[in-house]
Protein backbone atom coordinates (compact mmCIF):
# COMPACT_ATOMS: atom_id res chain seq x y z
CA UNK A 1 0.00 0.00 0.00
CA UNK A 2 1.05 3.16 -0.71
CA UNK A 3 1.62 5.75 1.92
CA UNK A 4 2.42 9.70 1.66
CA UNK A 5 3.93 12.29 3.69
CA UNK A 6 2.47 15.68 2.57
CA UNK A 7 4.88 18.50 3.50
CA UNK A 8 2.97 22.06 4.04
CA UNK A 9 3.67 25.18 6.56
CA UNK A 10 0.87 25.06 9.44
CA UNK A 11 -1.82 26.57 7.44
CA UNK A 12 -4.53 25.54 5.21
CA UNK A 13 -3.26 27.30 1.97
CA UNK A 14 -2.63 25.70 -1.24
CA UNK A 15 -2.68 22.24 0.26
CA UNK A 16 -6.19 22.54 1.87
CA UNK A 17 -7.42 21.01 -1.85
CA UNK A 18 -5.08 17.74 -1.29
CA UNK A 19 -5.92 17.37 2.62
CA UNK A 20 -9.57 17.26 1.42
CA UNK A 21 -9.23 15.04 -1.51
CA UNK A 22 -7.18 12.63 0.71
CA UNK A 23 -9.92 12.88 3.56
CA UNK A 24 -12.47 11.95 1.16
CA UNK A 25 -10.61 9.20 -0.08
CA UNK A 26 -9.92 7.62 3.46
CA UNK A 27 -6.41 7.71 2.98
CA UNK A 28 -3.93 7.35 5.49
CA UNK A 29 -0.94 10.38 5.05
CA UNK A 30 1.30 12.22 6.76
CA UNK A 31 -0.02 16.23 7.66
CA UNK A 32 3.71 17.08 8.32
CA UNK A 33 3.10 20.95 8.71
CA UNK A 34 6.80 22.96 8.42
CA UNK A 35 7.96 25.37 10.34
CA UNK A 36 9.57 28.49 9.65
CA UNK A 37 12.78 27.47 11.07
CA UNK A 38 12.94 23.66 9.68
CA UNK A 39 12.02 25.42 6.49
CA UNK A 40 15.51 27.32 6.02
CA UNK A 41 17.11 23.44 6.26
CA UNK A 42 14.16 22.28 3.99
CA UNK A 43 13.93 24.28 1.44
CA UNK A 44 17.16 23.89 -0.74
CA UNK A 45 16.21 19.78 -0.29
CA UNK A 46 12.36 20.57 -2.07
CA UNK A 47 11.52 20.56 -6.03
CA UNK A 48 11.37 24.25 -7.02
CA UNK A 49 12.12 25.77 -3.51
CA UNK A 50 8.50 25.85 -2.58
CA UNK A 51 5.57 23.92 -0.96
CA UNK A 52 3.25 21.99 -1.10
CA UNK A 53 5.27 18.67 -1.50
CA UNK A 54 4.16 15.21 -1.78
CA UNK A 55 6.57 12.64 -0.68
CA UNK A 56 5.93 8.96 -2.18
CA UNK A 57 7.66 7.13 0.81
CA UNK A 58 8.17 3.68 -1.39
CA UNK A 59 9.60 5.50 -4.26
CA UNK A 60 11.51 8.23 -2.41
CA UNK A 61 10.25 10.47 -4.78
CA UNK A 62 8.97 13.94 -4.11
CA UNK A 63 6.10 16.08 -6.28
CA UNK A 64 5.43 19.70 -6.23
CA UNK A 65 3.06 22.02 -7.42
CA UNK A 66 -0.25 21.86 -5.85
CA UNK A 67 -2.66 21.34 -8.69
CA UNK A 68 -0.18 18.07 -10.05
CA UNK A 69 -0.49 16.78 -6.86
CA UNK A 70 -4.10 17.06 -6.68
CA UNK A 71 -4.73 15.65 -10.00
CA UNK A 72 -2.33 12.78 -9.48
CA UNK A 73 -4.17 11.75 -6.23
CA UNK A 74 -7.51 12.30 -8.11
CA UNK A 75 -5.97 9.41 -9.94
CA UNK A 76 -4.90 7.26 -7.75
CA UNK A 77 -7.15 7.43 -5.31
CA UNK A 78 -10.21 5.83 -6.87
CA UNK A 79 -14.35 5.41 -5.69
CA UNK A 80 -13.64 1.72 -4.81
CA UNK A 81 -15.35 0.47 -8.22
CA UNK A 82 -13.75 -2.53 -9.86
CA UNK A 83 -12.05 -2.02 -13.27
CA UNK A 84 -14.47 -2.23 -16.54
CA UNK A 85 -13.31 -4.51 -19.17
CA UNK A 86 -14.95 -3.63 -22.54
CA UNK A 87 -14.17 -6.35 -25.29
CA UNK A 88 -13.89 -4.80 -29.08
CA UNK A 89 -13.14 -7.26 -31.77
CA UNK A 90 -10.06 -9.72 -30.89
CA UNK A 91 -8.93 -6.52 -28.18
CA UNK A 92 -9.66 -6.42 -25.03
CA UNK A 93 -9.14 -2.96 -23.15
CA UNK A 94 -9.14 -2.57 -19.19
CA UNK A 95 -10.13 0.94 -17.66
CA UNK A 96 -9.29 1.15 -14.19
CA UNK A 97 -11.43 2.97 -12.09
CA UNK A 98 -11.18 7.09 -13.00
CA UNK A 99 -10.82 8.19 -9.50
CA UNK A 100 -11.82 11.77 -8.38
CA UNK A 101 -10.08 13.11 -11.92
CA UNK A 102 -13.58 12.23 -14.42
CA UNK A 103 -14.15 9.02 -16.27
CA UNK A 104 -13.61 10.23 -20.05
CA UNK A 105 -10.73 12.60 -21.67
CA UNK A 106 -14.01 15.13 -22.31
CA UNK A 107 -14.42 14.77 -18.12
CA UNK A 108 -10.94 15.36 -17.27
CA UNK A 109 -10.90 18.61 -19.56
CA UNK A 110 -13.85 19.53 -17.90
CA UNK A 111 -12.31 19.32 -14.34
CA UNK A 112 -9.27 20.91 -15.25
CA UNK A 113 -11.21 23.39 -16.85
CA UNK A 114 -12.62 24.38 -13.55
CA UNK A 115 -9.76 23.51 -11.26
CA UNK A 116 -8.03 26.18 -13.51
CA UNK A 117 -10.90 28.80 -13.21
CA UNK A 118 -10.79 28.30 -9.14
CA UNK A 119 -7.02 29.15 -9.49
CA UNK A 120 -7.39 32.02 -11.02
CA UNK A 121 -10.37 33.03 -8.77
CA UNK A 122 -7.90 32.42 -5.42
CA UNK A 123 -5.21 34.88 -6.74
CA UNK A 124 -7.56 37.90 -5.96
CA UNK A 125 -7.91 37.16 -2.63
CA UNK A 126 -3.58 35.86 -1.86
CA UNK A 127 -3.05 39.04 -3.05
CA UNK A 128 -5.66 40.92 -0.92
CA UNK A 129 -4.29 38.52 2.35
CA UNK A 130 -1.23 39.74 1.85
CA UNK A 131 -1.63 43.50 1.57
CA UNK A 132 -0.94 45.56 4.35
CA UNK A 133 -1.63 49.33 3.54
CA UNK A 134 -5.18 49.39 5.16
CA UNK A 135 -6.49 51.81 1.97
CA UNK A 136 -5.46 49.66 -0.41
CA UNK A 137 -6.73 46.66 1.13
CA UNK A 138 -10.34 48.43 1.44
CA UNK A 139 -9.99 48.83 -2.51
CA UNK A 140 -9.04 45.87 -3.12
CA UNK A 141 -12.30 43.93 -1.43
CA UNK A 142 -14.15 46.25 -2.73
CA UNK A 143 -13.31 45.72 -6.23
CA UNK A 144 -13.17 41.76 -5.07
CA UNK A 145 -17.10 42.19 -4.08
CA UNK A 146 -18.62 44.61 -6.32
CA UNK A 147 -16.94 43.03 -9.24
CA UNK A 148 -14.41 39.87 -9.78
CA UNK A 149 -16.06 38.13 -7.78
CA UNK A 150 -20.16 38.18 -9.24
CA UNK A 151 -18.83 37.72 -12.60
CA UNK A 152 -16.59 34.68 -11.64
CA UNK A 153 -20.07 32.87 -9.82
CA UNK A 154 -22.30 33.89 -12.24
CA UNK A 155 -19.88 32.43 -15.00
CA UNK A 156 -19.45 28.94 -12.55
CA UNK A 157 -22.82 28.97 -11.78
CA UNK A 158 -24.19 28.54 -15.55
CA UNK A 159 -20.93 26.00 -16.38
CA UNK A 160 -22.91 24.11 -12.69
CA UNK A 161 -26.17 23.85 -14.45
CA UNK A 162 -24.90 22.53 -17.29
CA UNK A 163 -24.73 18.84 -15.76
CA UNK A 164 -27.60 17.23 -14.21
CA UNK A 165 -29.49 20.84 -14.36
CA UNK A 166 -26.75 22.04 -11.11
CA UNK A 167 -28.09 18.98 -8.65
CA UNK A 168 -25.43 16.71 -8.09
CA UNK A 169 -21.45 17.33 -8.86
CA UNK A 170 -19.53 19.92 -12.03
CA UNK A 171 -18.72 16.99 -13.87
CA UNK A 172 -20.65 13.56 -14.65
CA UNK A 173 -22.25 11.70 -11.50
CA UNK A 174 -19.28 11.73 -9.03
CA UNK A 175 -17.63 14.26 -6.83
CA UNK A 176 -14.17 15.17 -8.46
CA UNK A 177 -11.58 17.57 -7.78
CA UNK A 178 -13.26 20.38 -9.44
CA UNK A 179 -16.40 20.14 -6.80
CA UNK A 180 -13.45 20.27 -3.64
CA UNK A 181 -11.39 22.98 -5.25
CA UNK A 182 -14.92 24.51 -5.52
CA UNK A 183 -15.75 24.40 -2.12
CA UNK A 184 -12.10 25.16 -0.58
CA UNK A 185 -12.02 28.60 -2.69
CA UNK A 186 -15.23 29.85 -1.53
CA UNK A 187 -15.36 28.48 1.63
CA UNK A 188 -13.50 30.18 4.05
CA UNK A 189 -13.88 33.70 2.52
CA UNK A 190 -15.97 35.35 5.12
CA UNK A 191 -13.83 33.33 7.45
CA UNK A 192 -10.48 34.09 6.18
CA UNK A 193 -10.88 37.00 4.20
CA UNK A 194 -13.69 38.37 5.53
CA UNK A 195 -15.37 39.02 2.06
CA UNK A 196 -19.36 39.04 1.41
CA UNK A 197 -21.26 36.52 -0.84
CA UNK A 198 -24.80 36.80 -2.12
CA UNK A 199 -25.29 33.33 -2.09
CA UNK A 200 -29.20 33.41 -2.39
CA UNK A 201 -27.94 34.83 -6.39
CA UNK A 202 -26.06 31.63 -6.56
CA UNK A 203 -28.19 28.34 -5.21
CA UNK A 204 -26.87 26.04 -7.41
CA UNK A 205 -23.57 26.68 -6.14
CA UNK A 206 -24.91 27.38 -2.98
CA UNK A 207 -26.04 23.76 -2.99
CA UNK A 208 -22.52 21.96 -4.07
CA UNK A 209 -20.85 24.10 -0.86
CA UNK A 210 -23.47 22.66 1.30
CA UNK A 211 -23.00 19.20 -0.72
CA UNK A 212 -19.57 19.10 -0.14
CA UNK A 213 -19.36 20.13 3.65
CA UNK A 214 -21.93 17.68 4.99
CA UNK A 215 -20.06 14.42 3.36
CA UNK A 216 -19.10 12.41 6.05
CA UNK A 217 -15.07 12.36 5.68
CA UNK A 218 -15.23 15.97 4.57
CA UNK A 219 -17.15 17.18 7.87
CA UNK A 220 -15.05 14.94 9.75
CA UNK A 221 -11.74 16.89 8.80
CA UNK A 222 -13.53 19.78 9.30
CA UNK A 223 -14.20 19.61 12.78
CA UNK A 224 -10.52 18.02 13.29
CA UNK A 225 -8.34 19.98 11.47
CA UNK A 226 -6.01 22.23 13.51
CA UNK A 227 -7.53 25.80 13.73
CA UNK A 228 -5.29 28.07 11.96
CA UNK A 229 -5.57 31.56 10.59
CA UNK A 230 -5.03 30.96 7.13
Sequence with gaps: MTSYKLYYFNGRGRAENIRLLLALAGQDYEDYRVS???????????????????????????????????????????????????????????????GYHGETPEDQLRVDMIVGCLEDFRKPLTEYARETDAALRKEMKKKFEDNFQPERLQQLEVI????NDGNSWFVGDKITIADISFYN????????????????????????????ENLPQIKKWLESRPKTPW
Design 160 to 163: FKQN
Design 185 to 212: AVADMKEKHGINTPWNRYPKLNGLKERV
Design 36 to 98: MEEWKQLKPKMPFGQLPVLEVKEENIFYAQSCAILRYLGHKLGHGKEPVVLQQSNYMFTFSDP
